[in-house]
Structures are given as C-alpha cells and as structure tokens.
C-alpha cells in the first residue's frame, strides 16, 4: 500500500477482504509497516480487496480468484490517491493502535508508543495491560506469576536472571509486535501458569533492498545509547532479512534493608540496617540473520540465525551495620562486590511451511538449536568493624562461575479444513535441555587463598518433554467453538558433585500431564459479543530452582535451591465482554495447587531465600481496557485490573493466610497534529499488593513523548522522558518470616530522557 502521489508506504491502512458477488466483508486486516498485508485459509469464491485510509480516496483490487487450481492470488501494489478537499489545516496520518484485541489475545505494538524509543523490552512490558515486573525484573500477569516468555512463537527457555539480563538488554525497537495469552490454545507449551507473552521480531517482506538505521542516546542519571541497523532484500524467490544492535548502558540503582531480629515474645533482639548501590555498566551487541527460500507457490523453507555479545561489569557496595535493641551501634561490615561477567549466545532455526492445497491444508516444522554460556568472576571484599569505627577482620570471597545451556528441540504442526465450518489442528514437540553450572569458591586472608567448599558448586541438569495435542474449532454465524487437549511428557534429573566436604547428590522426577482448554465466542449483534474460556496450566521448576546450592547476595543474604520442589497447576475460566471492540471486560478465577514461590527464613543472623511449595492461591481478575476517540487528534487507550488474590498453606512451620487486594490502571493519550508532529502522555499506577511473603507498597510511573516526521516522510525524530515525575521508588515489607521483620526501599535510575532518530531507505521492484 502505497500514496499516489509521494509513493512512500503507508502503514497501518485499513485492509477489507470482500466478497465479489456483493461486496460483503468477510475478513479485515491493517498494512504493516512495509505496506504489506495478507488473509489467509480463504474459501473457494472470488474476492475484492478495498484499502482505505484517512486523507485518501479508498481503492479495490481487481477481482481475485481462489479455487482448486488458483490456490494464491496477489493484488499487486495499491495505491492510494490523496482526496482533493484541502488538508493543509490538518494532517492526521493512519497509525497502529498501541493495544490490539482478540479473542484469545492481546497484542501490543510498541512502535505505537513514542516513549518506548530507546526502551528495552522489559521497559515496554511494563506499560502493556496486565503486565507487573517487579524490583527483580520478574513478569507477572494479570496478578499471578509464573509467566512463559516466547522468542518468535518459540520457549526462549531462559528463566530467572538470565532472561531479566536478555529483556533488560533487548532493544524495544526490535520488536514488531508482542502477544499476551492468558490462556493459550493447545499448540502452545502448557508451561507458564499465568500464560504466554511471545515477542515477535521485526522481519520485512518488501520486494526489493530496503533497510533502516536507528539511533537511541538517553540520559537520566547515567548514560545509555541502542544503534540498531536492519537490512532487508527480496527478489525472486528469495528473502533475506538481518538486524544488528550495538548498545551501551549504565544502570544504577540503590536498595536500603532494615530488619529486626525478634525473640520468642516477639520482642527486639538485634536490628539490621543495609544501604547498598548498585552499578552496571552492560555492553550488548546482537544479532539475528535469515533467509526465507519460497521453492515453489506451496512451500517455504527458512533459516534464521541469531546471537549475542553481553560483556559488563558491576560495581556494588554494602554498608551493613547491627544495633541493639536501643539502637546502640555494635559492629558494621563494609563490602565491595565487582562482578566482571561474559555472555554469549548462539541460535540456529531451520523452518518450512507448505500448504497442500486451497483449503487451508498445511503442515509447518521447525528445527531450533540454542546455547548460551556466562563466565563470570567475582570478587567481594569484607571489612568488619567494631563499634568505635576500628578494622576487626578483612577478606576476600573470590568466585568463578560459569555456566552452559544447550538446548534442542524440534516440532511440526498440522492444520486442515475438515469442512466448511470445522477446522482440525494437530502436533508434535519434544525438547532436550542441558545445564552444565559450575561455581568454583575461594576465600583470600592476608596473603593465603584457599577453597571455600561449602560454598563451591558443580551441577548438571538435564531435561526432556514431549508433547502432543490436537485442536478442534468451528465457526457459525453466531456461536464459535474451540477445544483442544495437550498431552505433556516431562522427564528431568539434576546431580549435584561432592567436594572433600559434601557427597554427591541427585534428583529425577517423571510425570505426564493433560492440559485441555476450551473457548467459546458468541456474537450477539454487530456491536456485542461474549466469550468464555477454561484452560489448565503448570508451572516447572527451572534449573536454578532446583540446584541445592548456596548463592551468597551478600553475607547476610543466600539463596538455596530446593530440589524437592513440585510443579505447580492452575486451572483458569474467564468471562469476557467486548463492545464494537472499544470497550472490552474480562472477570477471570484461577486457582493454583502446590503453589510455589520465594520464601524467607531466618538462620542466626542471615536471611535465608530459597523456592518453596507452601499450599495453594486463587485469584479473582477483572480487567476493564477502553479505546476512547476523545477527538479526531486524540485517542486515549485506558486499561485497569482489579486483582483480589487469596494465599493459604504453611510456609517455614507457620500458616500463611493472606487476603491482598491490588488495583492497576494504565492510561496511553496519543496526540496527532498537524505537519508531521504526533505526541504521547502515558502513565500506570499500581496499588499496593503482594507477591507471596512480600508486601509491596503502590508505585507509579508518567511518560511523555514528541514525534516529527521528518526527510519526506524517511526519518522520525522522537523526544521522549520516562518517569518524568520519578523516579520510581518501590518499597514494602516481608511477611510471615519467623524471628524476623524487614521493610525494604529501591530507587533505580527510572528518569531518563531520550532522543532517538530513525530512517528508512530503499526501493522496491517487480519480482519474477
């Protein structure tokens, strides 16, 4: 889709399919940002397609015909023809809304959002409706935990701080679009007990060389700089596509710790104070290389290639200090954490799709090889000191830890029309993942090192599950059905090596699950249609999980792995509403057995933080999302969640037994004027709330953004401040840890002004 008259693309006109014979609409679609657009698993008959967008005469494609012999069928460009009436007064350009709804997902679009140039993708996510990420990086959706994140329709299989490190690291602007599934159909992974959020990544599919170069320099109290350069070129039967990214930045932030030590009465034993900073410089350097080879009208064959560099370096200092119960100074410790870390990765996925016949016949497979490998050294050095300020002891603890995961999984799907109105999907998976984790420990006094064993890890894990499912769906002028089932096979085993002062230790667990879903849509007229929807989920134990080792946060802070820990099951049935697709509800009950998640104990004068299966929760969720037109130059997307979450087993010999209310609201304003320039004021606030033992207090956060169009419509130049009234500040409390209390306060560097500029170049050209 293209404008008559300048010939630049114009992205996000709005696609009709019709019918010839009367011009009856049978699908709608929107051009990406290439112009591109396309239907799919289309009937027998002959068709019309209609382009529109605002400030242009509507244009139709010539008739298309789809039958037994003619199973394709292509428009050729369209191009769209200024209207006549004078629109020097005002220009409003057709641009993607930022929230996109289906009925069994939501999907965002970050390029719709100016203050998401130069943000990573864990900062986008944390504006998408639903989405929490809390201090740790963590994602939790519509108030439950436990969330898979896909890479591209596949598990990215990176959980903890490496996939916090890889979405902290991954720039905003890769991402084409990203889908939220709180309950997804069989074919997706049954993983993930909140549901699924898959990011897609930018790929063209202009005919011809094109390509785009964007630059992002950002400053709050610390410097970061995104560079990215995509590059695309098709002809004939072959696509080629790349994306490189060169990015820098420092992330700095603070955390304050106060807990007091209690005894048997609950009285004041000992206080704990800790003030400690955080600097991270990262360097991340990546990039994703593929070619699509369509060998004939029925079949595409594919490669992708994907990797990263991600050398940093973290600086932290801990200044903790211990007091009476009269607040009298009795010792204090000083230490100074560098953490010199390494990662890398490499990915290779080989693809094929091909269709059989008109019908919508089709079988896809796909081939994925990954591995990422970490090497990090640490050193940490302590200084004690007694009340009256004087040196009692210094050491260091040196660490080197390096760690590997391979994995390899391959699967195929297949889809057909078994009539008119039933639709057959059916598939197999199976994946092999394994961790080779090692952390070798040394303790440094004076001028004599030696190994430190009972902190000295090696661990291996391996990983096997297959799946199956099968997937039926049918569709009536008012009732649309579907149900499916997915059969899970998990096999996993963990060993633990002895040093001179521990034995080996190991693990394994089998088990085979059934995980059905059902979706139900019913159109009441044209402007309201209900659905309802049931589907069971697990969540798994990740490796890290799972591994009996000691990981010291600082010297009054581990964690331990549990390898006793079982999965967790969900099972959720929601209730939805939509208005003519402005005003959308969900009421949403999810109740989850064998719950697990972090749990705090208390062991002398140290917090112990280990994973832990502590009984069973039930959520209650209603959702409200509105697409306000306030104005023909204004459109507000307004998004609130009402979660009531109930907790109850027995965590560390103690009943738990909480009851928290928590209520987001998000609200997205976009602004489009005159010449070019467009604008962007968004904010969410999230009330106080829960995630297991820890309270968390209400946090908020204000964006705004400026947007020109500039080169004849090849460049934008973007202006956005983040957390403009910031920075964010998030504080709260830890619950139910027996002989202690902690209230605990983090500042990051969340205040961050932008500038970014993007330009587009090349032609396009007629392909044989």
């Known amino acids: 889709i293209k404008d008559g008259g300048n010939q630049q693309v114009i992205d996000a006109a709005t696609i009709s399919l019709l019918k010839q014979k009367d011009s009856s609409l049978v699908k709608t679609s929107l051009a990406d940002k290439d112009g591109g657009f396309s239907f799919e698993n289309l009937k027998d008959g002959s068709y019309l397609v209609m382009a529109a967008s605002f400030g242009h005469n509507k244009v139709y494609s010539k ?23 004078d629109l020097t007064a005002v220009t409003v350009t057709a641009k993607k809304q930022f929230i996109e709804r289906r009925v069994d997902k939501t999907i965002i679009n970050p390029d719709a959002m100016i203050s998401n140039s130069g943000a990573t993708a864990l900062e986008m996510l944390e504006k998408a409706p639903g989405v929490t990420v809390d201090k740790d990086g963590n994602i939790s959706l519509k108030g439950k935990q436990g969330v898979m994140v896909m890479i591209d329709g596949k598990p990215s299989f990176m959980s903890g701080n490496d996939l916090v490190n890889y979405l902290s690291n991954l720039p905003a602007g890769n991402i084409d679009q990203v889908e939220i599934m709180t309950n997804p159909p069989a074919k997706y992974d049954a993983a993930g007990n909140a549901g699924i959020i898959n990011i897609k990544s930018k790929k063209s599919k202009l005919k011809g060389f094109n390509g785009s170069i964007s630059s992002s320099q950002g400053h709050g109290e610390n410097f970061r700089s995104a560079n990215t350069l995509s590059l695309n070129y098709r002809k004939g039967k072959i696509n080629t596509f790349s994306t490189f990214n060169a990015n820098y930045r420092e992330n700095e932030r603070w955390l304050d710790i106060n807990r007091e030590y209690l005894r048997n009465d609950k009285s004041v034993q000992s206080i704990f104070e800790q003030e400690s900073s955080r600097m991270r410089i990262s360097r991340f350097l990546n990039a994703r290389v593929g070619m699509d080879y369509y060998a004939s009208n029925k079949t595409t064959l594919g490669v992708v290639l994907t990797g990263y560099l991600n050398p940093s370096m973290e600086n932290g200092i801990n200044q903790s200090r211990f007091y009476n119960p009269a607040k009298q100074l009795d010792s204090s410790l000083r ?6 870390f390494m990662g890398t990765h490499q990915g290779v996925n080989l693809n094929m799709r091909h269709k059989f016949d008109s019908t919508g016949r089709e079988l896809t497979a796909d081939v994925d090889y990954l591995r990422y490998h970490n090497e990090t050294d640490l050193v940490i050095t302590n200084t004690g000191y007694a009340a009256d300020h004087s040196s009692k002891y210094m050491y260091n603890r040196l660490g080197d830890l390096p760690s590997t995961v391979e994995i390899m999984s391959l699967k195929t799907d297949y889809v057909q029309q078994l009539s008119k109105k039933i639709k057959f999907e ?16 040394f303790l440094r006094k004076g001028s004599v090192t030696s190994p430190d064993y009972n902190s000295t890890n090696f661990f291996n894990y391996d990983e096997n599950l297959n799946a199956g499912y099968v997937n039926f769906s049918t569709e009536g002028k008012k009732w649309s059905v579907q149900t499916g089932l997915r059969i899970e096979n998990t096999n996993y085993e963990g060993l633990q090596y002895g040093n001179p002062t521990r034995q080996d230790s190991s693990f394994s667990k089998s088990y085979t699950s059934a995980f059905p879903t059902m979706y139900v849509t019913y159109k009441l007229d044209k402007k309201n249609q209900f659905g309802l929807n049931y589907g069971r989920r697990i969540n798994r134990p990740n490796y890290g999980d799972l591994n009996p080792f000691v990981h010291f946060i600082d010297p009054y802070t581990f964690e331990v792995g549990n390898p006793f820990l079982k999965p967790m ?18 009421l949403s009950y999810t109740r989850t057995n064998d719950l697990f998640g972090e749990s705090f104990a208390r062991e002398d004068s140290a917090i112990v933080v280990r994973n832990s299966n502590f009984g069973k929760s039930q959520t209650y969720n209603l959702s409200i999302g509105a697409q306000v037109p306030v104005a023909k130059w204004w459109k507000a997307n307004i998004n609130t969640q009402l979660n009531n979450t109930k907790l109850s087993g027995v965590l560390n010999g103690n009943l738990v037994d909480v009851d928290v209310n928590m209520f987001t609201l998000g609200v997205n304003n976009q602004f489009t004027f005159k010449k070019g320039w467009s604008a962007e004021l968004s904010g969410f606030l999230r009330s106080k709330g829960n995630e297991g033992q820890i309270i968390l207090n209400n946090i908020r956060q204000m964006n705004i953004g ?26 709260g409390y830890i619950e139910d840890v027996a002989g202690a209390s902690a209230r605990f306060y983090q500042r990051n560097d969340s205040r961050v002004a932008t500038l970014t500029f993007n330009y587009r170049f090349g032609k396009t050209f007629a392909t044989p």
């Open 63 to 85: 008739p298309l015909q789809i039958d037994g012999t003619t199973k394709e069928a292509s428009t050729g460009m369209l191009q769209l023809v200024a209207t006549t009436k």
């Open 335 to 340: 230490s100074h954490n560098v953490d010199d």
């Open 426 to 441: 059916a598939g197999l998976k199976t994946s092999f993942v394994k961790t080779d984790n090692k952390a070798n420990y």
């Open 569 to 586: 099951f969900s099972n959720t049935l929601e209730l939805s509403h939509s208005f003519k697709n402005i005003l959308n509800t969900a």
């Open 706 to 731: 400026v947007q020109k169009q500039v080169l004849k419509n090849k460049g934008t130049l973007k202006l956005a401040v983040s957390d403009f009234a910031g920075p964010m500040r998030v504080s």
